[in-house]
C-alpha cells in the first residue's frame, strides 16, 4: 500500500532531523505521520530509533513491534536487545534484580530474532597523574565501586602517588612526560580492558549521587559516549564560584578511539567516526579542585598552560576552542590585552555549534569592563546577541556593563531577565552566575538606584552562597547608608584583608565609628585607609578631623608630617599645619609652612593674614605690618586684617598709619568696637 505523500515527507523530515540527532524535533515529524499513517511500520520503527535515543527503550518496544518487518525495525531491535542485556547483567553485578529488564530483554530478542553477544559494562577510569599523593586517595575513593578497572599512567611522580595508586588496586604504567596531554591519555587507553572509559584526573572527585547515572550510561550501547557536567571550584574559599563545562568523559572503547589536542585534549573527534551520538549525563558531577588560586599558584599552572595552549594553536591557528581556552588564562593570569587578543581570535572562528561560544563573548566583555572600556563592551555584547547568544551569560553581562556605565534602570531589565532563565544543559562558562552573581548583581543595582531595603534581600541571599568580597562591600555600604552603621562596620571589618576591597572596608569603618562616636576607632582606620592609599586626601582630611576630636595633638602633627613625607602639601595644607604648629609652640616650624604656603600660592590671602598673626604674636611687629600689607592687598575687605595691622603699626609708634588702619577697619563693620576704642587711644596719643 503506496504512503500519502504527506506521510512520505514528515518520514524524510524525521529522518532528516536523526541525521544530526536533533531528537524532539524528529520525534515531533514521526509522530505527525503516524497521525496519517497510523500502521506504517517504517514510521513506527523510526519512533522506535528515536526513542532509544531519548532513553526511552521501554516505550521503545511497543513501536519495534509494530515496525520489526523494516530494515530500521531490524536494527533498532539488535539495538534493544542488546541494552537489555546489558540492563540485565548490570542488575545482577549490582545484586538488584530487574525481571522488567528480564521480560523485556526477552520480548525484544523473540521480536526481531537475535541474540546478542559480547553485550560488555565493563569501565576502565584512566587517570594520568604526576605527584599526586594529596589528591589521588579522594579521586580514587570515588570511582572504586563504579569502575571494573582503575589505570593510572605516572609521567614522573617523586612523591607516593604510584604507592597509593598500587593500594587501590590500580593498573599502572609510565610515560616520559612530553608536554602533550593526549599522549599521556592515550597510554592509558594502551591499557584499558573495559568497554568503556572514564577519563578523569586526580584532582577531580566523581560525586557520591554520579554512580547510578553512570550505571545507566553504561547499558546504552547506542551512544558513542556522555558528557558529564565538571564543576571547577575558581576559589580557595566556599564552592560558590563555579566554571562549568561538559565535556564526553565517559565513553566506549570503539575501534579507533584516541585523544586528540596537546592540552585541552578532546575523544570526541575520533569517536564521531561510529557515526553514533553523544548524550548528557545531566544526574552526573565531577569536582574538579585544581582551579583553586592556591593550586593554580603551586603547580604554576597558568604559565604551563598558556605555554602549551600556544604550541597547539601554532599547529591548529583557526581552533576557536583553543584560543577560547588562551583568552581564559590570560584572563585569569590578569594579563587582559592579551585576553581580549585571544577572545577577538576565538570569536573570528567560531561555528553555530561551539559550546563555549557564550563564555568567550564573557570573557571578552569582562576583560573591556575591567579595563574600563565599556562602551566596547556594550558593543561586544549587542554582537553576540546578533549571533543569537541570548541566555543568561550574555543578560548577566549585560547588566553588569550597564551598572558601570550608570545606566541603572536598564541594568535592573537586564538582571531581571537573567533571573528568570535557567543554565541550558551542556553550556560551558561561570556558572556562579546561576549559583551566587546575578542574585548578588540584583542586589547591587537595587542599591545604586537607592532602593535600599530592597538590596539587602538579594544581597543576604547570596553571601549565604559565597562571601564575595565587592559583594560584602556594597552590603555594608547599604547597612551604613540605611543608618545600621553597627551591623555596617562588623561587616566591612570582614573584608579588612581583601586586597580589592580593604582600603573601601577601612574608610567604611572609619566613617560608621565617627557616626557612632567611635573617635579613636574612626582614627586609626582612616590612618590606615590614608596609608594604603595616599592619594585619597579625603581619608587623611577624615583622620584629622578624628584626632581634633580626640584632642590629640600629637597624632595631628603626625598626620601632617607623614602627609608632608607622601605628598607635596597644598598651600591651605600648609596654613594649617602652621596654625597647629604655632598652637604647640613650634613657632620656627610655623613660620616655615607659612612661608611654603605664600610660595606655592603668592594669592593665598589667608597665609598672609596667618603668617602676620604669629609674627606679631613673636612681637616682630613691623615684618607682621608688611605681611599684612601684603595680604590686604589680595583680600582688601577683610576687617580683622585691618584691625591687627592698625596694632602692629601702633606697636611701632606709627600713629598716622595705625589710624588710616582702624578707620578702613570701621569703614567696612562699624560695630567694631575693639577698633574704635584703639583708634580712640592713638587719637589720644596723638594729641
Given at each position: 500500500?503506496?504512503?500519502?505523500?504527506?506521510?512520505?515527507?514528515?518520514?524524510?523530515?524525521?529522518?532528516?532531523?536523526?541525521?544530526?540527532?536533533?531528537?524532539?524535533?524528529?520525534?515531533?515529524?514521526?509522530?505527525?505521520?503516524?497521525k496519517?499513517?497510523?500502521?506504517?511500520?517504517?514510521?513506527?520503527?523510526i519512533?522506535?530509533?528515536?526513542?532509544?535515543?531519548?532513553?526511552?527503550?521501554?516505550?521503545?518496544?511497543?513501536?519495534?513491534?509494530?515496525?520489526?518487518?523494516?530494515?530500521?525495525?531490524?536494527h533498532?531491535?539488535?539495538v534493544?536487545?542488546?541494552h537489555?542485556?546489558?540492563?540485565?547483567?548490570?542488575?545482577?553485578?549490582?545484586?538488584?534484580?530487574?525481571?522488567?529488564?528480564f521480560?523485556?530483554?526477552?520480548?525484544?530478542?523473540?521480536?526481531?530474532?537475535?541474540v546478542?553477544?559480547?553485550?560488555?559494562?565493563?569501565?576502565?577510569?584512566?587517570?594520568?597523574?604526576?605527584?599526586?599523593?594529596?589528591?589521588?586517595?579522594r579521586?580514587?575513593?570515588?570511582?572504586?565501586?563504579?569502575?571494573?578497572?582503575?589505570?593510572?599512567?605516572?609521567?614522573?611522580?617523586?612523591d607516593?602517588?604510584?604507592?597509593?595508586?598500587?593500594?587501590?588496586?590500580?593498573?599502572?604504567?609510565?610515560?616520559?612526560?612530553?608536554?602533550?596531554?593526549?599522549?599521556?591519555?592515550?597510554?592509558?587507553?594502551?591499557?584499558a580492558?573495559?568497554?568503556?572509559?572514564?577519563?578523569?584526573?586526580?584532582?577531580?572527585?566523581?560525586?557520591?549521587e554520579?554512580?547510578?547515572?553512570?550505571?545507566?550510561?553504561?547499558?546504552?550501547?547506542?551512544?558513542a559516549?556522555?558528557?558529564?557536567?565538571?564543576?571547577?571550584?575558581?576559589?580557595?574559599?566556599?564552592?560558590?564560584d563555579?566554571?562549568?563545562?561538559?565535556?564526553?568523559?565517559?565513553?566506549?572503547?570503539?575501534?579507533?578511539?584516541?585523544?586528540?589536542?596537546?592540552?585541552?585534549?578532546?575523544?570526541?573527534?575520533?569517536?564521531?567516526?561510529?557515526?553514533?551520538?553523544?548524550?548528557?549525563?545531566e544526574?552526573?558531577?565531577?569536582?574538579?579542585?585544581?582551579?583553586?588560586?592556591?593550586?593554580?599558584?603551586?603547580?604554576?599552572?597558568?604559565?604551563r598552560?598558556?605555554?602549551?595552549?600556544?604550541?597547539?594553536?601554532?599547529?591548529?591557528?583557526?581552533?576557536?576552542?583553543?584560543?577560547?581556552?588562551?583568552?581564559?588564562?590570560?584572563a585569569?593570569?590578569?594579563?587582559?590585552?592579551?585576553?581580549?587578543?585571544?577572545?577577538?581570535?576565538?570569536?573570528?572562528?567560531?561555528?553555530?555549534?561551539?559550546?563555549?561560544?557564550?563564555?568567550?563573548?564573557?570573557?571578552?566583555t569582562?576583560?573591556?569592563?575591567?579595563?574600563?572600556?565599556?562602551?566596547?563592551?556594550?558593543?561586544?555584547?549587542?554582537?553576540?546577541?546578533?549571533r543569537?547568544l541570548?541566555?543568561?551569560?550574555?543578560e548577566?553581562?549585560?547588566?553588569?556593563?550597564?551598572?558601570?556605565?550608570?545606566?541603572?534602570?536598564?541594568?535592573l531589565?537586564?538582571?531581571?531577565?537573567?533571573?528568570?532563565?535557567?543554565?541550558?544543559?551542556?553550556q560551558?562558562?561561570?556558572?556562579?552566575?546561576?549559583?551566587?552573581?546575578?542574585?548578588?548583581?540584583?542586589g547591587?543595582?537595587?542599591?545604586?538606584?537607592?532602593?535600599?531595603?530592597?538590596?539587602?534581600?538579594?544581597?543576604?541571599?547570596?553571601?549565604?552562597?559565597?562571601?564575595?568580597?565587592?559583594?560584602?562591600?556594597?552590603?555594608?555600604?547599604?547597612?551604613?547608608?540605611?543608618?545600621?552603621?553597627?551591623?555596617?562596620l562588623?561587616?566591612?571589618?570582614?573584608?579588612?584583608?581583601?586586597?580589592?576591597?580593604?582600603?573601601?572596608?577601612q574608610?567604611?569603618?572609619?566613617?560608621?565609628?565617627?557616626?557612632?562616636?567611635?573617635?579613636?576607632?574612626?582614627?586609626?582606620?582612616?590612618?590606615?585607609?590614608?596609608?594604603?592609599?595616599?592619594?585619597d586626601?579625603d581619608?587623611?582630611?577624615?583622620?584629622?578631623?578624628?584626632?581634633?576630636?580626640?584632642?590629640?595633638?600629637?597624632?595631628?602633627?603626625?598626620?601632617?608630617?607623614?602627609?608632608?613625607k607622601?605628598?607635596?602639601?597644598?598651600?591651605?595644607?600648609?596654613?594649617?599645619?602652621?596654625?597647629?604648629?604655632?598652637?604647640s609652640?613650634?613657632?620656627?616650624?610655623?613660620?616655615?609652612?607659612?612661608?611654603?604656603?605664600?610660595?606655592?600660592n603668592?594669592?593665598?590671602?589667608?597665609a598672609?593674614?596667618?603668617?602676620?598673626?604669629?609674627?606679631?604674636?613673636?612681637?616682630?611687629?613691623?615684618?607682621?605690618?608688611?605681611?599684612?600689607?601684603?595680604?590686604?592687598?589680595?583680600?582688601?575687605?577683610?576687617?580683622?586684617?585691618?584691625?591687627?595691622?592698625?596694632?602692629?603699626?601702633?606697636?611701632?609708634?606709627?600713629?598716622?598709619?595705625?589710624?588710616?588702619?582702624?578707620?578702613?577697619?570701621?569703614?567696612l563693620?562699624?560695630?567694631?568696637?575693639?577698633?574704635?576704642?584703639?583708634?580712640?587711644?592713638?587719637?589720644?596719643?596723638?594729641?
Amino acid at each position: 500500500m503506496s504512503r500519502p505523500s504527506l506521510t512520505e515527507r514528515y518520514i524524510r523530515d524525521a529522518e532528516r532531523w536523526l541525521e544530526s540527532f536533533k531528537i524532539a524535533e524528529a520525534e515531533a515529524s514521526i509522530r505527525q505521520a503516524l497521525k496519517q499513517a497510523p500502521r506504517d511500520q517504517e514510521a513506527h520503527a523510526i519512533l522506535a530509533k528515536i526513542l532509544i535515543y531519548s532513553q526511552r527503550e521501554e516505550e521503545a518496544v511497543e513501536h519495534l513491534r509494530r515496525g520489526i518487518d523494516s530494515d530500521t525495525g531490524r536494527h533498532v531491535g539488535k539495538v534493544l536487545a542488546e541494552h537489555f542485556l546489558c540492563r540485565t547483567l548490570m542488575a545482577i553485578s549490582a545484586d538488584r534484580p530487574d525481571p522488567k529488564g528480564f521480560r523485556l530483554l526477552d520480548e525484544a530478542q523473540r521480536i526481531v530474532r537475535y541474540v546478542p553477544e559480547g553485550a560488555d559494562i565493563t569501565l576502565s577510569a584512566c587517570i594520568i597523574a604526576k605527584n599526586e599523593a594529596k589528591n589521588l586517595p579522594r579521586c580514587l575513593a570515588s570511582i572504586q565501586k563504579v569502575a571494573t578497572q582503575i589505570v593510572v599512567i605516572d609521567t614522573g611522580s617523586t612523591d607516593e602517588t604510584v604507592e597509593i595508586a598500587r593500594s587501590f588496586g590500580a593498573t599502572i604504567g609510565e610515560y616520559a612526560w612530553d608536554n602533550d596531554f593526549s599522549a599521556a591519555r592515550n597510554a592509558s587507553l594502551e591499557l584499558a580492558i573495559g568497554a568503556w572509559a572514564l577519563w578523569i584526573d586526580a584532582d577531580e572527585e566523581l560525586t557520591v549521587e554520579s554512580a547510578d547515572a553512570i550505571r545507566q550510561a553504561l547499558v546504552r550501547p547506542q551512544y558513542a559516549g556522555f558528557n558529564i557536567p565538571i564543576v571547577n571550584f575558581t576559589e580557595d574559599i566556599g564552592d560558590g564560584d563555579q566554571f562549568i563545562h561538559a565535556p564526553v568523559r565517559l565513553f566506549r572503547m570503539l575501534p579507533g578511539v584516541a585523544f586528540t589536542g596537546r592540552i585541552h585534549e578532546q575523544v570526541t573527534p575520533s569517536l564521531k567516526a561510529s557515526g553514533l551520538p553523544f548524550a548528557t549525563l545531566e544526574k552526573a558531577r565531577l569536582n574538579h579542585y585544581g582551579y583553586r588560586p592556591s593550586a593554580m599558584t603551586e603547580r604554576n599552572k597558568i604559565d604551563r598552560t598558556i605555554t602549551m595552549l600556544e604550541l597547539e594553536l601554532a599547529e591548529d591557528p583557526t581552533s576557536s576552542f583553543q584560543w577560547f581556552n588562551l583568552a581564559n588564562a590570560f584572563a585569569v593570569a590578569k594579563r587582559h590585552r592579551e585576553a581580549e587578543e585571544a577572545a577577538r581570535t576565538s570569536v573570528s572562528y567560531l561555528t553555530d555549534s561551539d559550546s563555549h561560544a557564550a563564555s568567550v563573548f564573557q570573557i571578552l566583555t569582562e576583560v573591556l569592563e575591567q579595563d574600563g572600556r565599556f562602551d566596547e563592551a556594550l558593543a561586544v555584547i549587542e554582537e553576540a546577541e546578533t549571533r543569537g547568544l541570548v541566555g543568561v551569560q550574555t543578560e548577566f553581562t549585560k547588566a553588569s556593563v550597564l551598572l558601570s556605565l550608570g545606566r541603572y534602570d536598564e541594568a535592573l531589565e537586564a538582571i531581571e531577565i537573567c533571573l528568570g532563565m535557567e543554565w541550558p544543559v551542556g553550556q560551558t562558562g561561570d556558572f556562579s552566575i546561576v549559583t551566587y552573581k546575578r542574585t548578588g548583581l540584583h542586589g547591587q543595582i537595587l542599591a545604586a538606584l537607592g532602593r535600599l531595603d530592597e538590596a539587602l534581600i538579594p544581597l543576604e541571599s547570596s553571601l549565604k552562597i559565597s562571601d564575595h568580597p565587592q559583594l560584602r562591600w556594597t552590603y555594608g555600604n547599604v547597612l551604613e547608608r540605611l543608618g545600621r552603621f553597627h551591623e555596617a562596620l562588623d561587616t566591612y571589618r570582614r573584608i579588612l584583608n581583601h586586597p580589592g576591597n580593604g582600603v573601601r572596608a577601612q574608610s567604611g569603618i572609619g566613617r560608621c565609628a565617627k557616626r557612632l562616636g567611635k573617635w579613636d576607632i574612626a582614627a586609626e582606620s582612616f590612618e590606615s585607609a590614608w596609608n594604603a592609599n595616599p592619594e585619597d586626601v579625603d581619608a587623611w582630611i577624615a583622620w584629622c578631623e578624628a584626632a581634633e576630636a580626640l584632642n590629640d595633638t600629637p597624632m595631628l602633627l603626625r598626620a601632617y608630617d607623614e602627609f608632608a613625607k607622601k605628598q607635596e602639601p597644598s598651600a591651605s595644607i600648609l596654613v594649617n599645619w602652621g596654625r597647629l604648629l604655632a598652637a604647640s609652640g613650634n613657632a620656627d616650624q610655623a613660620l616655615h609652612c607659612f612661608s611654603e604656603a605664600i610660595k606655592r600660592n603668592p594669592d593665598d590671602a589667608n597665609a598672609y593674614f596667618n603668617c602676620g598673626d604669629l609674627l606679631y604674636g613673636l612681637g616682630q611687629y613691623a615684618d607682621a605690618a608688611h605681611i599684612y600689607e601684603s595680604g590686604l592687598r589680595r583680600s582688601p575687605s577683610f576687617v580683622a586684617g585691618w584691625f591687627v595691622m592698625g596694632n602692629a603699626l601702633a606697636q611701632m609708634g606709627l600713629i598716622e598709619g595705625a589710624q588710616l588702619a582702624y578707620r578702613q577697619c570701621l569703614q567696612l563693620d562699624p560695630t567694631f568696637e575693639q577698633a574704635r576704642q584703639n583708634l580712640s587711644i592713638v587719637l589720644d596719643a596723638a594729641a
